[in-house]
């Protein structure tokens, strides 16, 4: 063939050969790894403070117990409202010249996964009482006490963050127990912690291996679920941190809502406000604010319903139950929930 006596006939098709090649093995999937792992738009770079927070987090050694990846098996799914992908790491960069990219993805979980922890705990009051010591908010946690975050003042200062500890756990503390910068950016930076929706139109990963086969409903009956849902399991997800199991909450950090005239309060219009916009009607007795949490973990009515009826009914009070038909009256009500200020 004449091409093989031609040398610069060869030259040029084995080069344009290579650099079609080039560009389809490793040029164009380039540009298509980075446009997947690019941060999600709707992802926001840590601020200074939660910068410093993260720098705690690996110092104080979190990552031991704790992960920050939601795998795609079903066993995963309560960790996130969906599985990690590429791009929720994408705004993680070198620590600095000499240290290497912390990823803090994690291995062991002997605590839950921390993906999505801002949404699912906002409180900054219960994640310091946490910090302090994990006993005081979660009776049975292993979590160790990180009590060297805080420190004892004899009076507090004006801006000074002063923690309500029950007595049980203040360990003969005469004076105030004040948390410290390296406290507050920590916590600042779990607050940060959520996993960010998809761009419109990106498709969503799945959870892999469901437990079971989802039961069809046959057409025309209604679904048992809407009307009996466990309420009981509903405030120990929601509420329980918080308010604790016996409902009876801190003392000085969350109130007790065995006898509350709002939890007995015939009328649930207040109740179900206080679930989707939060409440600080009690600061001035010491309690802390009530994040949104109806709002944030995204609670319907019909999971609103089962968890008043089990507060009205629990620990001693004996209030009337209410209906779905006027929560969902008053859940529409409240249409724009504000979401309350950290
Ligand atoms: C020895 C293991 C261990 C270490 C180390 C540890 N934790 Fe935990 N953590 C746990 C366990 C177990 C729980 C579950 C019980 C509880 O809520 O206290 C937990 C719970 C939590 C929760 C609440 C999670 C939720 O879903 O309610 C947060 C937030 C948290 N840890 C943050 C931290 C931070 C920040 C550090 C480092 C300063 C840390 N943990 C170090 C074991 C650990
Ligand atoms: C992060 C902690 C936290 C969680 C979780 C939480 N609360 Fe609260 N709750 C508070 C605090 C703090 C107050 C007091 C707020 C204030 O007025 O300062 C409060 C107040 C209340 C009150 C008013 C009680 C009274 O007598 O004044 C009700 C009712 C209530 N919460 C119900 C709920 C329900 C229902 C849930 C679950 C869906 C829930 N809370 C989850 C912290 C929490």
Not at 84 to 108: H, K
Not at 161 to 187: C, M, T, W, Y
Not at 269 to 276: A, C, E, L, S
Request: glycine residues 8%; contains cysteine.
């Amino acid at each position: 063939m004449e091409i093989y006596n031609n040398h610069k006939r060869l030259f040029v098709a084995a080069l344009a050969l290579f650099l079609a090649l080039t560009m389809f093995a490793a040029i164009l999937p380039g540009f298509n790894i980075q446009n997947d792992n690019a941060p999600l738009p709707k992802s926001k770079p840590l601020s200074t403070e939660e910068m410093q927070g993260k720098a705690i987090f690996i110092s104080e050694g979190c990552i031991a117990c704790h992960t920050q990846q939601v795998r795609n098996v079903e066993m995963d799914k309560m960790w996130g409202s969906r599985p990690s992908i590429a791009a929720d790491y994408a705004r993680l960069t070198r620590t600095d010249v000499w240290r290497n990219t912390a990823s803090l993805m994690g291995s062991e979980r002997t605590g839950p996964d921390l993906t999505s922890i801002g949404s699912r705990q906002p409180s900054k009051d219960w994640h310091l009482l946490h910090l302090y010591n994990p006993r005081s908010v979660v009776s049975q946690s292993i979590m160790p006490s990180y009590q060297w975050l805080f420190e004892e003042k004899e009076y507090a200062y004006p801006g000074d963050v002063v923690l309500n500890v029950p007595d049980e756990f203040r360990k003969g503390v005469q004076g105030k127990i004040v948390a410290s910068q390296d406290a507050l950016h920590l916590v600042a930076y779990l607050q940060s912690l959520k996993q960010t929706d998809l761009p419109d139109g990106k498709p969503v990963p799945i959870f892999l291996y469901p437990k079971g086969p989802v039961k069809e409903e046959p057409a025309g009956t209604t679904s048992q679920l809407n009307t009996e849902l466990d309420g009981a399991a509903l405030y120990a997800v929601n509420c329980q941190s918080c308010h604790q199991a016996n409902g009876e909450g801190l003392k000085g950090a969350f109130p007790s809502l065995k006898g509350s005239p709002v939890v007995l309060d015939k009328d649930p219009k207040v109740q179900v406000t206080i679930i989707m916009e939060g409440y600080n009607g009690r600061v001035s007795e010491g309690y802390g604010l009530m994040p949104p949490i109806g709002t944030t973990n995204n609670l319907k009515p019909e999971e609103i319903v089962a968890i008043i009826n089990h507060e009205r009914s629990s620990w001693g009070n004996n209030s009337r139950k209410v209906s779905i038909t006027e929560i969902k009256e008053l859940f529409n009500q409240i249409k724009t929930p504000v979401i309350a200020k950290k």
